[in-house]
Protein backbone atom coordinates (compact mmCIF):
# COMPACT_ATOMS: atom_id res chain seq x y z
CA UNK A 1 0.00 0.00 0.00
CA UNK A 2 2.93 2.40 1.20
CA UNK A 3 6.39 2.04 2.01
CA UNK A 4 8.65 4.84 2.88
CA UNK A 5 12.54 4.54 4.30
CA UNK A 6 15.26 6.12 4.94
CA UNK A 7 19.47 5.34 4.12
CA UNK A 8 20.45 6.89 7.17
CA UNK A 9 20.58 4.73 10.60
CA UNK A 10 19.87 7.97 12.74
CA UNK A 11 16.22 8.37 11.28
CA UNK A 12 13.01 6.91 12.54
CA UNK A 13 10.13 6.52 10.00
CA UNK A 14 6.38 6.62 11.14
CA UNK A 15 3.32 7.01 9.23
CA UNK A 16 0.40 9.12 9.71
CA UNK A 17 -2.95 7.80 9.12
CA UNK A 18 -6.17 9.70 8.99
CA UNK A 19 -9.84 7.69 8.43
CA UNK A 20 -12.70 9.43 7.50
CA UNK A 21 -14.59 11.45 10.20
CA UNK A 22 -18.17 9.80 9.27
CA UNK A 23 -16.59 6.03 9.93
CA UNK A 24 -16.85 5.67 13.84
CA UNK A 25 -16.80 1.97 13.27
CA UNK A 26 -12.65 2.10 11.70
CA UNK A 27 -10.01 1.16 14.03
CA UNK A 28 -6.58 0.38 13.62
CA UNK A 29 -5.31 -2.81 15.08
CA UNK A 30 -2.24 -5.36 14.27
CA UNK A 31 -2.43 -8.90 13.23
CA UNK A 32 -3.23 -10.08 16.81
CA UNK A 33 -6.10 -7.61 17.09
CA UNK A 34 -4.24 -5.38 19.32
CA UNK A 35 -5.30 -1.13 18.37
CA UNK A 36 -2.11 0.23 17.50
CA UNK A 37 -0.95 4.04 17.22
CA UNK A 38 -1.24 7.21 19.07
CA UNK A 39 -3.55 9.66 18.16
CA UNK A 40 -2.55 13.05 17.26
CA UNK A 41 -4.20 16.24 16.32
CA UNK A 42 -2.88 14.92 12.66
CA UNK A 43 -3.98 12.30 12.67
CA UNK A 44 -2.94 8.28 14.13
CA UNK A 45 0.56 7.87 14.02
CA UNK A 46 2.08 4.68 13.61
CA UNK A 47 5.80 3.36 13.98
CA UNK A 48 7.01 1.46 11.11
CA UNK A 49 7.14 -1.55 13.03
CA UNK A 50 3.64 -0.88 13.61
CA UNK A 51 2.21 -0.24 9.99
CA UNK A 52 4.16 -3.77 8.85
CA UNK A 53 1.20 -5.27 11.05
CA UNK A 54 -1.72 -2.53 10.67
CA UNK A 55 -4.82 -3.41 9.19
CA UNK A 56 -8.10 -1.09 9.35
CA UNK A 57 -11.17 -2.75 10.46
CA UNK A 58 -14.76 -2.21 11.23
CA UNK A 59 -16.01 -2.95 14.60
CA UNK A 60 -19.91 -2.49 13.44
CA UNK A 61 -19.29 -5.01 10.08
CA UNK A 62 -19.49 -1.75 7.89
CA UNK A 63 -17.65 -3.39 4.71
CA UNK A 64 -18.23 -0.57 2.39
CA UNK A 65 -14.93 1.80 0.73
CA UNK A 66 -14.02 4.33 2.06
CA UNK A 67 -10.76 6.86 1.54
CA UNK A 68 -7.69 7.27 4.09
CA UNK A 69 -4.93 10.06 3.86
CA UNK A 70 -1.78 8.89 5.11
CA UNK A 71 2.24 10.43 4.89
CA UNK A 72 5.26 9.24 6.30
CA UNK A 73 7.49 11.04 8.64
CA UNK A 74 10.94 11.04 8.60
CA UNK A 75 12.40 12.37 12.85
CA UNK A 76 16.16 12.70 13.00
CA UNK A 77 18.14 12.72 16.31
CA UNK A 78 18.38 16.25 16.12
CA UNK A 79 14.33 16.81 15.82
CA UNK A 80 14.60 17.61 12.62
CA UNK A 81 11.15 15.97 10.80
CA UNK A 82 10.28 15.88 6.90
CA UNK A 83 7.19 14.47 5.43
CA UNK A 84 6.27 13.35 2.30
CA UNK A 85 3.33 14.75 0.45
CA UNK A 86 -0.55 13.21 1.20
CA UNK A 87 -1.41 10.45 -0.81
CA UNK A 88 -5.27 9.21 -0.77
CA UNK A 89 -6.14 6.08 -0.84
CA UNK A 90 -9.91 3.87 -1.05
CA UNK A 91 -9.86 1.10 0.62
CA UNK A 92 -11.61 -1.79 2.32
CA UNK A 93 -11.87 -2.58 5.71
CA UNK A 94 -11.46 -6.22 7.31
CA UNK A 95 -13.67 -7.36 10.14
CA UNK A 96 -12.67 -7.12 13.92
CA UNK A 97 -13.36 -10.24 16.04
CA UNK A 98 -14.00 -9.16 19.34
Known sequence: LFHASSPDLNEEIFYLVNLPIDRNDLIITNRQ?????????????????????SIIRTNKSIFDEFEI?????????????????????RILPTAFID
Open 69 to 89: SLSAISKEINGKEIQTPIRYQ
Open 33 to 53: FNKIGTITNSGILLTSEEWKS
